[in-house]
T-cell receptor
Framework: AQTVTQSQPEMSVQEAETVTLSCTYD???????LFWYKQPPSRQMILVIR??????QNATENRFSVNFQKAAKSFSLKISDSQLGDAAMYFC????????????FGQGTRLTINP | DAGITQSPRHKVTETGTPVTLRCHQT?????MYWYRQDPGHGLRLIHY???????DKGEVSDGYSVSRSKTEDFLLTLESATSSQTSVYFC?????????????FGEGSRLTVL
């Protein structure tokens, strides 16, 4: 079965500090996309960052970056200079490029930002 | 923002009653999905559609049916609602033509079954 595991149900960080959210996944396929989605209290699902599995270079989007370790099937999210608006649930997910187009999610990590 | 509208946004119903949630898109995307979100489980796929009248089951499809008679509409039906179906339901869409793997989500529908 294809699974995504986020081992940290809750995390907290001081404002302006750096925090890393962990994610591991399991698939026998080699071609896929990985994502981090953010869900603030508004409930809207917002794409934070995307990584193509064939790319060795880690994706970055402003204060957000990932550490993609394909062999270890690990995909962590680093948030630098944390801001109060970063407080949210964060979901790791992946989707295969070929075959059934189904996005598989992890359980989520609730991030709290302490002022 | 992707043009996705879910209705109703909130619904309270009683056990045993039928419920239909509607997802409407204005993007003409081929793929449409229904997910449910529950604490500790993240989002789990109920059903998805890869074209008009083409649907398939996800990992938690028991007790749910779907229909897609038009590209823009994807309906999720609970034939006889149970308390275990109390959840937040999300519709999502994606386009294979400009495929980046990303799904675009609606704002969610909160269903409470008493």
């Amino acid at each position: 079965a294809q699974t995504v595991t986020q081992s940290q149900p809750e995390m907290s960080v001081q404002e302006a500090e750096t925090v890393t959210l962990s994610c591991t996944y399991d698939t026998s396929e080699s071609d896929y996309y990985l994502f981090w989605y953010k869900q603030p209290p508004s409930r809207q699902m917002i794409l934070v960052i995307r990584q193509e599995a064939y790319k060795q270079q880690n994706a970055t989007e402003n204060r957000f970056s990932v550490n993609f370790q394909k062999a270890a099937k690990s995909f962590s999210l680093k948030i630098s200079d944390s801001q109060l608006g970063d407080a949210a649930m964060y979901f790791c997910a992946y989707i295969l490029v070929q075959g059934a187009q189904k996005l598989v999610f992890g359980q989520g990590t609730r991030l709290t930002i302490n002022p | 923002d992707a043009g996705i509208t879910q209705s109703p946004r909130h619904k309270v119903t009683e056990t045993g009653t039928p419920v239909t949630l509607r997802c409407h898109q204005t993007e003409n995307h081929r793929y449409m999905y229904w997910y449910r979100q529950d604490p500790g489980h993240g989002l789990r796929l109920i059903h998805y559609s890869y074209g008009v009248k083409d649907t398939d089951k996800g990992e938690v499809s028991d007790g749910y049916s779907v229909s897609r008679s038009k590209t823009e509409d994807f309906l999720l039906t609970l034939e006889s609602a149970t308390s275990s179906q109390t959840s937040v339901y999300f519709c999502a869409i994606s386009s294979r033509d400009t495929y980046t793997g990303e799904l675009f989500f609606g704002e969610g529908s909160r269903l409470t079954v008493l």
